[in-house]
Structures are given as structure tokens and as C-alpha cells.
């Protein structure tokens, strides 16, 4: 086949030894590339009950056959391993010339297990690794520890690294790289745990040829035109800060910690009063035709901060903790770059001591250092002590599940995650699909592996309709979204197409030269999500891990009950074939052509 | 406006909303259709970029929410009462 170089580097950072290993066609014809790939990977390397914190635990860096062939928005790097936030798969993308220079090695993927003997940064260049000293860089950002290495290194390097966060294990520190985040499930921990403070890659290598260059090329070209039509309007417009007063006014704006639906403040926080009043500039990610970035800087007194923000972070640092000042959340969204976390995860667990402080349970240290709601200081001292792991931040580093589970005093009631995994900006209350999406995703309640809500903010489903109908749709959102995270495309591009599945089967089969049609590209996503869904059920998942917190499902102001939650769940289980305990019989794997790929006795054979 | 036809509130949200400097206007108009031309017409901003002028219908980008209810449909009846916001079609992160 062609565009990828059908074989992956597996590094031990515990002996300092690097092995190259061949990937059979096979895996990309079913999986992609990408997250597929990277999630086969993980699936692998990964034993049962390995401890997310500890060497066993593989991190998983994977690029895609579109890297590299000119396909605007398609130079995204998969990042995989087990989440400390989860216990079950931790996948994130983050778009980047780290992906390109990985691609340009000869690789397809890196495979890193181990811990160095000690602070460590590693270095790829082309197929020769290097692990130098990394202890120098203790304490640095992200962004500083990059310029570091690079400097020390040569330019030609690009730099994933992790900050403060991701150096004392905060569960849902980030991995940074060109000022892109792998932000969510705590890939940045995983990196601390290996002492691994950066990975630098040069790749000189030239990039695998296509096997239509003249067809890519044309279809690329259509892609970059309309990727610059209306789909993407709103993106390249205003950016997705333009959700937050829009969400409000709909009742769909998590509010302090999902108490309510609506912010009374949101138009001091909206996308459009940040536009008119703090944006400098938009920039593009790395081979992006669109141009989704906006930038904004503060405007008070205090010292200025310039800062990348989309709506994910406004809600979090805003709306949910209370805050109405703008300057404060941009100066939160920087204070979480700068310590490398993810924001979802660092406004919820903030969000949930703010709770636990307005219900009088007590939380460690000294009360006058606790957050409360609306409290713009208190979410600033907050993300700082977390990120040092100091005082109340060291609880909270936990993340609000593990968080409320060592404080107790009913605090369960309002940690607000599903399978540890704090929920993003969208309400489900009033949002059934996206309800049932939080419910069953396999990282736990995210709106990037299934954009179910698309369904809820449509017309393509009447709210009386029936619970398999909104489990077709649930299913097919993520379908979807695999196929689109193992292309490494853009999800903002997903509107450009008139026939997603058609259309991308097209451009796989011009990038491959491996017959591909939509109901294959169509089975491929399914197939990936089951492979995300056996790596969970291997680590210890059950039925009970697919739910929503129980202040969701009280069924006030129209919104679910427990019972219709399981409803739509049961629905979503026969839609994907499986039975009532969400397991995957063997006649399902077989179907899917995952049986023998994904036989235990090839798991980790080759370096066993 | 012609005799008999209702003033309908319309609530704009984004690009709608910084094109025209306003949260809200109002404009006469039975259908969605005549809602979104009267748009265009009282609005001349929004010409072109959320309402095509040839066929004075709002672009793939946007739609509207009527009562609660997402809908691209023009034919749909609107009436003092309603509730009509108009926004951009796409939410959402992309990673």
C-alpha cells in the first residue's frame, strides 16, 4: 500500500533501547491510521490492570496516511494510553508539524514504555533515538521547554512537551506541541510518569508516496476551497466562543457546576463580547486551510496575557465556576496552557470544591483559600496550587471523581464525570443524544468522540422519537468521528463534504491505493470504536461505567430519568450488536474482522 | 410591510449578531422564508453572508430555532408569539 511506511518504533525508556517493528497492511485497511492505529497499539502493548502511572503503561504517538499529502487540516498526531483519569482508554489528537516530522522518520508511530532513571528528554532523529538529560527543564512551560530543547537540539526538531502539571502527575495534565494540546484523559501525566519531559523529533526521510498523486492533489484542492465555504463559517468567523450565549439562552450552559442551565452573566463571557473587546489575531493549526484560532488578551490593569481560547475553556473557567469577568478566564485558560492541563477537567473539579465550599463540606487547607462561585481570584489561586500539587490543588489534581471519593460527605453527588472523565459544555439535560453519547464513549464523557449533540441542535429527529432511533444516530455520530480522528482530519471539516463516507473513501483509496467504499470506511469507524471498547472491558469496565451523574437524571424541566437513560443505552447496545451487559460476543468481532487482529495471543508477541 | 403581517422578534446570535450590532431586531414575516428575506432587506449586512440574495433563503452555515425547535424549513409559520433565534449551524471542538 502506499503513504505510510508499514512499520512503528518501539522505545524502552527503562533500558534506553529502540526496536523497529513491521505494521501489516491489514491494520490499515481496518483501523486507518491515527487513533485507529494508535488505539491497536494500545490495545497491544497494554496489560490488564496495568497501573496508568506506571512503566507498563505504553504512550502511544501515531500518525495517518493523510499526513503529509497536502490534505488541508490533515496533520493531527494520535496521542494513546491508559487514562489515570479513567482507568480505561485515554486517546487525544493534536494538530501539529510534530505529526509531519514524525511521518518524515519513517515511522508511523512511536510506541513508548518505561521510565527513565531519570528526568529525560527523547530525542528521534529519523530512526536513531537519543535520551539526554531533561532535569535542566524541571519546572519549565511547555512552550519554554520546547524552545529549550530546540535550541539545544537544532530548529529542525519539533517538541512535544509537558509542563509543571504533567511533572507531579496531575491526572489531567496535557501533552503541548506547537501550542497545540493533547489535552483530555491525562496523556501529559503518563508522559511525567516516564520521567519523560519532552519528545523531540527530526524526520528527514522523504514522505511515502501517494498512489493517485493527480487525484490527491485535485481533491485536495476541492477540500482547501470548500473548507473556506459556509461549513466552516462560524469556525473561521467567530471562532466556537461563539457557543457560549447561544448555549445559554437554550438552557444547555453547564452553570456552576450544572446547577443550572443558564448563566445570568453569559454576555459579559459570549464569543461576540470577547471578539469586539479582546481579540488580536486568528491563526491556522499546522496544514489547516480554515483558520479556526482565535487569540484574545486581556484588558484590565493587571499585567496583559494573550491567550488561545475556544468555547470548551470559556465554559469551564467561566460560566461553571461562576465567573463573569472575562479577563479572569483569559488568565485562567493561560494559567492551564502555561501548567499544561486540560481546561474541561481543571474548570470541573474547581467547580465541584466551589460546590463543596456553598454546601459547607470541608475540603483541606485553609478556608479563606478556598474557591467559591464567582470568585475570579480564588479560580487564578486555584489553578496554580493545582498545578503544583499544593494544598487543596494536590486534592484536586486528583480529578473530581477520585476528589470526591477522598472527601466524601455526599461530595459523589456533584462530581460531575463519566468514567472519571469530567463532562464538556453541553447540558445533557436538555440534549438527548448527546446524553446517551456521554454515557457509552469509551473516554468517558466527551463531545469529540461522539458529536451526538449535532443531532440535538437539528431537525433530523423529532424529541418523541423512539430510543433506537437516537441510538442509530449516537452510534453514527461516533462512527464518524473514528473514521475522521484515524484520517487525522479536522472534525471542523466535517460539514465540507456532501457525502462524508463516500467522498473520504475516495480520498483514502487516491492516498492508499487500497480499495475502500463508504459502508468499509463506514465499518472501519465501527471497528475502531470497538477496539477503543475491548481495551476498556480488558481493564475492568461494566455495565455500570456507562451512565451519567445522577444530578442529570432527575427528569426535572423535561429532562431524562434513569430509566429512559438506560432505555437509549439498551437501544445503543443492539444497535451495535452487543449484549444486554454491553459486552461484544465473539460472532460481533468476527463480523467486524477483528477476531484474529485483535487475538490476545498476538497481543505484545513481538517484543514479549 | 404589507397589510396583515405580523411583526416577528428574531434573536441573533455570532456572526448575525456582530454584522448587524444588534441582539435582537424585528421584521415582518409569516414563514421563516419571509423572515429571512425581511432580513436581508432591513439588514443589508447580512446580505451574502447569511442570506443569499438569489435565493433570499439563510446559507448552509445557519439556521434557525423556533420555539425550541432546530429548523432549516422556510415554509415554517412564525408568528408574533414565536420565538425565533437565528445562529450559526455548528458547534462543537474538533479534537
Known amino acids: 500500500m502506499n503513504a505510510v511506511h508499514g512499520r512503528y518504533l518501539h522505545i524502552d525508556l527503562s533500558s534506553g533501547t529502540a526496536r523497529a517493528y513491521p505494521l501489516s497492511e491489514d491494520v490499515f485497511a481496518r483501523l486507518i491510521g491515527g487513533t485507529g492505529l494508535a488505539s491497536y497499539l494500545l490495545y497491544r502493548f497494554c496489560p490488564p490492570g496495568a497501573d496508568p502511572l506506571g512503566p507498563e503503561n505504553p ?15 490533515a496533520s493531527k498526531i494520535a496521542v494513546a494510553a491508559k487514562s489515570p483519569q479513567t482507568g480505561m482508554i485515554g486517546d487525544s489528537l493534536s494538530s501539529s508539524y510534530l505529526a509531519l516530522a514524525l511521518k518524515r522518520t519513517s515511522y508511523d508511530a512511536l510506541v513508548i514504555t518505561g521510565q527513565a532513571p531519570g528526568w529525560t528528554v527523547l530525542a528521534v532523529d529519523d530512526g536513531e533515538i ?82 493517485d498523486p493527480r487525484g490527491v492533489v485535485r481533491a485536495a484542492r476541492e477540500l482547501a476551497a470548500r473548507s473556506l465555504g459556509p461549513g466552516t463559517a462560524k469556525y473561521r468567523e467567530l471562532g466556537t466562543a461563539a457557543n457560549l450565549a447561544f448555549f445559554s439562552r437554550l438552557g444547555v450552559l453547564p452553570t456552576r457546576n450544572f446547577q443550572a442551565g443558564t448563566f445570568e452573566a453569559a454576555e459579559a463571557i459570549s464569543g461576540e463580547r470577547l471578539f469586539l473587546e ?101 479560580l487564578l489561586r486555584t489553578i496554580e496550587a493545582i498545578g503544583e500539587r499544593r494544598g487543596l490543588g494536590d486534592l484536586l489534581a486528583e480529578g ?42 469509551t473516554r468517558g464523557a466527551c463531545h469529540n468522540r461522539s458529536s451526538a449533540y449535532e443531532v440535538d441542535f437539528s431537525d433530523q429527529l423529532d424529541p418523541q422519537a423512539e430510543a433506537l432511533a437516537w441510538a442509530r444516530a449516537a452510534a453514527s455520530s461516533e462512527d464518524r468521528a473514528a473514521v475522521l480522528d484515524s484520517l ?40 475502531i470504536n470497538t477496539v477503543k471498547k475491548l481495551f476498556n472491558i480488558r ?44 459486552q461484544v460476543p465473539p460472532e460481533r468481532l468476527r463480523d467486524l474482522g477483528l477476531a484474529d487482529l485483535l487475538a490476545d495471543g498476538r497481543m505484545m508477541r513481538e517484543y514479549a | ?71 432549516r424549513d422556510p415554509s415554517c409559520p412564525v408568528g408574533p408569539e414565536s420565538s425565533v433565534l437565528l445562529v450559526s449551524a455548528q458547534a462543537g471542538g474538533a479534537s
Open chain 2, 1 to 71: 410591510m404589507s397589510t396583515g403581517t405580523a411583526t416577528v422578534r428574531v434573536e441573533l446570535f455570532g456572526v448575525p449578531q456582530l454584522l448587524t450590532g444588534r441582539r435582537q431586531v424585528e421584521v415582518p414575516g409569516r414563514t421563516l422564508r419571509e423572515v429571512a428575506g425581511a432580513l436581508a432587506r432591513e439588514f443589508p449586512a447580512l446580505a451574502g453572508s447569511v442570506v443569499d440574495p438569489a435565493t433570499g433563503w439563510i446559507n448552509g452555515g445557519y439556521l434557525f430555532v423556533v420555539d425550541g425547535r432546530f429548523t
Open chain 1, 130 to 211: 537519543r535520551l539526554l538529560p531533561g532535569s535542566d527543564l524541571l519546572g519549565l512551560d511547555p512552550a519554554a521547554t520546547a524552545g529549550a530543547v530546540r535550541a539545544e537540539l537544532g530548529s529542525g526538531f519539533r517538541v512535544a512537551a509537558i509542563g509543571v502539571a504533567g511533572e507531579r502527575g496531575v491526572r489531567y495534565a496535557s501533552i503541548s506541541n506547537d501550542g497545540r494540546l493533547a489535552g483530555r484523559t491525562g496523556t501529559g501525566a503518563v508522559m511525567g510518569s516516564k520521567r519523560l519531559k519532552a519528545l523531540a523529533v527530526r524526520g528527514t526521510q522523504r514522505l511515502p508516496a501517494v498512489a
Open chain 1, 539 to 582: 481493564q475492568g469496565w461494566t455495565r455500570g461505567d456507562d451512565t451519567l451523574p445522577s444530578r442529570l437524571l432527575s427528569g426535572e424541566a423535561g429532562g431524562l430519568t434513569a430509566a429512559e437513560l438506560d432505555r437509549l443505552i439498551q437501544a445503543y447496545y443492539r444497535v451495535r450488536g452487543w449484549d444486554e451487559q454491553g
Open chain 1, 278 to 378: 479582546h481579540r488580536t489575531d486568528k491563526h491556522g493549526c499546522a496544514a489547516c486551510t480554515i483558520g479556526c484560532e482565535h487569540h484574545y488578551r486581556t484588558r484590565d490593569a493587571g499585567e496583559a496575557v494573550e491567550v488561545r481560547l475556544e468555547y470548551e475553556s470559556l465554559f469551564a473557567l467561566g460560566s461553571l465556576c461562576g465567573v463573569s469577568d472575562p479577563n479572569a478566564v483569559l488568565r485562567a485558560a493561560a494559567l492551564c496552557d502555561r501548567y499544561g492541563m486540560d481546561a474541561i477537567s481543571t474548570g470541573s473539579t474547581i467547580a465541584w470544591a466551589m460546590e463543596c465550599v456553598e454546601r459547607g463540606v470541608r475540603l483541606p487547607g485553609r478556608p479563606e483559600e478556598w474557591p467559591r462561585f464567582g470568585d475570579a481570584e480564588g
Open chain 1, 400 to 441: 473530581s471523581r477520585r476528589a470526591a471519593e477522598i472527601t466524601g460527605q455526599g461530595s459523589e453527588a456533584w462530581a460531575m464525570h463519566v468514567k472519571g472523565l469530567e463532562l464538556p459544555g453541553y447540558d445533557p439535560r436538555k440534549l438527548k443524544a448527546m446524553a446517551l453519547g456521554f454515557a457509552v464513549s
Open chain 1, 59 to 73: 504512550l502511544v504517538f501515531a500518525s495517518s496516511p493523510f499526513i503529509g499529502t497536502g490534505i488541508t487540516t
Open chain 1, 488 to 527: 487525522t482530519v479536522c472534525k471542523f471539516l466535517r460539514h465540507c463534504f456532501s457525502d462524508f463516507f463516500a467522498e473520504a473513501a475516495d480520498l483514502f483509496e487516491r492516498v492508499t491505493g487500497l480499495p475502500m467504499s463508504a459502508d468499509e470506511l463506514r465499518l472501519a469507524g465501527e471497528r
